[in-house]
């Protein structure tokens, strides 16, 4: 498969290099500049979820097109999770593949780190956990999707109505002040015990997670 698609690839313009395992993938991945990676999930020696990984903690950010067998749901999101940018299941077409290689590739490159950190804060989105210095935090899953959502965007005042297409969907239809009620609960966790508050509330806006470099304001809707 790895021979035919470097032919394809090939008559496309691509300059196209092979590894065979884990261990040489990560190697080529690390050492040389590559626009893009296709990745197999079964790889002898790491497989390809763990190259990923490695390679996201090792600061490559080049898409990476995961390919698996496997079709199953849990699959994927490990995959993704583990730092991948696309997820294409066998069989395949090549003009799938090669569209989303495309696309990928137009994307470019950019830090999309598998562990979060804003100052003391850290989350890692794979395994649902977060720490703030030394202690690790008890969220709800909205809790800790409101949380994920403000750390990918620190800085950043993000509405309500962002906060519910994010954290819930677009047709909810609950109760109207939900993220002003999940912001309260978040700050209990995560501000308030360590006397230190990151989530400040931008009259009028929304929400805003402070970045550690920017002195608190005196906003309103404490």
């Not at 050492?31 to 090792?58: H, N």
Request: net charge neutral.
């Amino acid at each position: 498969m790895a021979a035919l698609l470097r032919r394809g690839l090939a008559e496309d313009g691509y300059a196209v290099d092979i590894a065979n395992t884990g261990t040489d993938a990560l190697w080529q991945a690390t050492e040389f500049g590559y626009d893009a990676v296709v990745l197999d999930v079964m790889l002898p020696g790491l497989d390809g979820m763990e190259v990923c990984r490695q390679l996201r903690d090792r600061g490559r950010w080049m898409p990476v097109l995961m390919l698996t067998a496997r079709d199953a749901v849990d699959d994927r999101i490990r995959g993704l999770d583990a730092g991948a940018d696309d997820y294409l299941t066998k069989p395949f077409s090549f003009g799938e593949l090669a569209a989303r290689l495309r696309a990928l590739i137009r994307r470019g490159t950019g830090d999309r780190p598998t562990m979060l950190s804003v100052g003391e804060l850290r989350l890692d989105p794979a395994t649902h956990r977060a720490w703030r210095g030394g202690t690790e935090l008890v969220l709800s899953a909205k809790e800790f999707a409101l949380l994920e959502l403000f750390m990918r965007h620190p800085g950043q005042v993000l509405t309500r109505t962002r906060i519910i297409e994010h954290v819930w969907d677009f047709s909810y239809d609950g109760v109207s002040n939900i993220v002003d009620q999940y912001v309260a609960y978040l700050r209990r966790k995560v501000d308030r015990p360590f006397g230190d508050e990151r989530l400040e509330t931008v009259r009028g806006v929304g929400y805003r997670m402070r970045t550690p470099d920017k002195p608190a304001e005196q906003v309103a809707g404490r």
